[in-house]
Antibody, heavy 118, light 113 residues
Framework: EVQLVESGGGLVQPGRSLRLSCAAS????????MHWVREVPGKGLEWVSS????????EYADSVKGRFTISRDNAKNSLYLQMNTLRPEDTAFYYC???????????WGQGTLVTVSS | DIVMTQSPDSLAVSLGERATINCKSS????????????LAWYQQKPGQPPKLLIS???TREFGVPDRFSGSGSGTDFTLTISSLQAEDVAVYYC?????????FGQGTKLEIK
């Protein structure tokens, strides 16, 4: 069974940093691209970033470009999101998601809440 | 960016009745060379992550009840629940994975009348 477990969320002050992790199991991790998607409570879903299987192809939403860095460690079956210079508008649940063929997000983790507030 | 617009924003349907949710994309998400629409539907219940129901506009995921169906092509899509059950109460999102950034509709909240 595919499992994705996020961790690393919490309360952080504006301008500070946070690193999210996503532990994957139940599938061959290095066969698949992975994504981060966020959900502002009461609002919608926003795609944040993606990384292909060997980290050679990485993309970001304009809203996080230059501040967030996605990475993965295939030996550890783990996905990461380094978030720097956090802003209040980054407050959201952050989900990691497995991509099937052509970018379809077919499995999602339970999410981790990031709150940016002074 | 492709803008996804769902209608309605909320919907109340009686148990056993049909529920229909529409989704319109600002650009076509049909990859014509392979005749596939890069359009998915997700169901999200409170406190849970989104669950993939339908991919490629009309392909039901394994284990999804057959009362759920997807249709449409190009820029106009529909999710239909043929006979609403109590467990179908949720927010439903359409999603395009045709181009980056991937984008989602604003969500449709489905309730029991």
């Amino acid at each position: 069974e595919v499992q994705l477990v996020e961790s690393g969320g919490g309360l952080v002050q504006p301008g500070r940093s946070l690193r999210l992790s996503c532990a994957a199991s139940g599938f061959t991790f290095d066969d698949y691209a992975m994504h981060w998607v966020r959900e502002v409570p009461g609002k919608g879903l926003e795609w944040v970033s993606s990384i292909n299987w060997n980290s050679n192809y990485i993309e970001y939403a304009d809203s996080v470009k230059g501040r967030f860095t996605i990475s993965r460690d295939n030996a550890k079956n783990s996905l990461y999101l380094q978030m720097n210079t956090l802003r209040p508008e980054d407050t959201a649940f952050y989900y990691c998601a497995k991509a099937a063929t052509h970018g379809l997000l077919d499995r999602w983790g339970q999410g981790t809440l990031v709150t940016v507030s002074s | 960016d492709i803008v996804m617009t769902q209608s309605p924003d909320s919907l109340a349907v009686s148990l056993g009745e049909r529920a229909t949710i529409n989704c319109k994309s600002s650009q076509s998400v049909l990859y014509s060379s392979i005749n596939k629409n890069y359009l998915a539907w997700y169901q999200q219940k409170p406190g849970q992550p989104p669950k993939l129901l339908i991919s490629w506009a009309s392909t039901r995921e394994f284990g999804v009840p057959d009362r759920f169906s997807g249709s449409g092509s190009g820029t106009d899509f529909t999710l239909t629940i043929s006979s609403l059950q109590a467990e179908d109460v949720a927010v439903y999102y359409c999603h395009q994975y045709y181009s980056t950034p991937q984008t989602f509709g604003q969500g449709t909240k489905l309730e029991i009348k």
